[in-house]
Every structure is written in structure tokens, then in C-alpha cells.
């Protein structure tokens, strides 16, 4: 049996730490992991992605449509462009903050954000959205928005780990000077 999970944002909101984070806690608790990672122009602000798959079961790393348990997503659109991968029941933890394309900065399309997050709160029962602009003003950084999901995607119950294992994990793969803040992040509740 294995959890499926997809981590998804944009270039430089710390996706991959996520999903390393997360690979780092389970393999720690004997859970089998297998990773795959897709970060195309994420230096330029474009999409990456995350499969992370905990447990026992399938042999690839790459998850099928309609199969995963769990999408935590750093950005919006970038929950919605992975919905075709979750599955019926499945959970979605998501950031309220857009990150624009830079088509929708010049003026050349429109990023409809209200929209994006009323077609989620349609179309998934467990929905968990992260007031990330919040976050940033009481913990001083966007730059932990990766840890504030985690926390969340912990507090769901979707996420098979807990709040111990990923602190572990923080404690093992993050510069020390940056754990007090890391702490207040996966503790961040709102």
C-alpha cells in the first residue's frame, strides 16, 4: 500500500525541499520512497513538480491520473494544471497566493485567482487553503511557505507523517540557523 503525493508550485518557492523533506521523514520511519522531480524553467519561474510515492506498491515513481492522495501546492494554478492526477477523495493543500506568468504581468492574459479558488473548493471535498500572505506577515518570510504547507498537509491527515517526523527531517537537511523559523512555520495554523 502506498500514499501518492504531488508537490507542485513555481521556481523557487522550495517545492523540491518539500518533497525532500517529506522523502527524508518517511525513509527515516522504514516507509519505501520513490521520487520523481520536474523542474523544466523553475530558475525563470516555471512550473515544478514533485512525485514522491510512500510505501509499498507500484514500481514507478510516476504517479497515474486520478491516483494521488495529496497535492500540496505552492501556487493556485498549479494546483488546478495537477487535478487530472487526483483522486476521487483525495486531499489538496493549497496557498492562497498567486505567483502571475508573465503574460498575465504585461497584460497579454488574465489570472483569475478568485476563479481558480472557487473551481477548487468545487471540485475537491478536502480542501485545505493556507492564507500564505498571512503567513509571510507573521513569520517575516515567503521564503518558509514550503514548511507552512507541510505543517498543513500534516494537521489534514492526508499526509501519513507527522508533525515530529518533519521537524526531524528540518533538523537534519536545513542550515541550524534557519530552525527556529522552520519551527514556526510547520506550527503556523491559519
Known amino acids: 500500500m502506498s500514499?501518492?503525493?504531488?508537490?507542485?508550485?513555481?521556481?523557487?518557492?522550495?517545492?523540491?525541499?518539500a518533497s525532500k523533506l517529506i522523502a527524508a521523514a518517511a525513509m527515516k520511519k522504514n516507509i519505501p520512497v520513490k521520487t520523481a522531480e520536474t523542474i523544466g524553467m523553475a530558475q525563470r519561474g516555471g512550473s515544478v513538480f514533485s512525485?514522491?510515492?510512500?510505501?509499498?506498491?507500484?514500481?514507478?515513481?510516476?504517479?497515474?491520473?486520478?491516483?494521488?492522495?495529496?497535492?500540496i501546492a505552492f501556487e493556485p494554478a498549479e494546483a488546478v494544471r495537477q487535478m487530472p492526477f487526483l483522486k476521487e477523495g483525495g486531499s489538496v493543500v493549497v496557498s492562497s497566493h498567486p505567483i502571475l506568468p508573465v503574460s498575465a504581468m504585461i497584460g497579454d492574459s488574465a489570472y483569475d485567482v478568485e476563479g481558480i479558488m472557487d473551481y477548487l473548493r468545487h471540485k475537491v471535498d478536502?480542501?485545505?487553503?493556507?492564507?500564505?500572505?498571512?503567513?509571510?506577515?507573521e513569520l517575516g518570510s515567503m521564503k518558509v511557505l514550503n514548511v507552512v504547507l507541510l505543517g498543513a498537509a500534516v494537521r489534514s491527515g492526508a499526509l501519513g507523517l507527522s508533525e515530529?517526523?518533519?521537524?526531524?527531517?528540518?533538523?537534519?537537511?536545513?542550515?541550524a540557523r534557519f530552525h527556529e523559523l522552520n519551527e514556526k512555520a510547520l506550527a503556523f495554523a491559519r
Open 3 to 17: 500514499t501518492d503525493i504531488i508537490l507542485c508550485g513555481v521556481g523557487g518557492q522550495g517545492t523540491i525541499l
Open 164 to 175: 515530529q517526523d518533519i521537524l526531524a527531517a528540518i533538523h537534519e537537511r536545513v542550515p
Open 51 to 71: 512525485h514522491l510515492r510512500l510505501g509499498t506498491g507500484e514500481g514507478s515513481p510516476l504517479i497515474g491520473k486520478k491516483r494521488t492522495d495529496l497535492i
Open 126 to 137: 478536502r480542501l485545505t487553503v493556507v492564507d500564505s500572505d498571512a503567513a509571510a506577515r
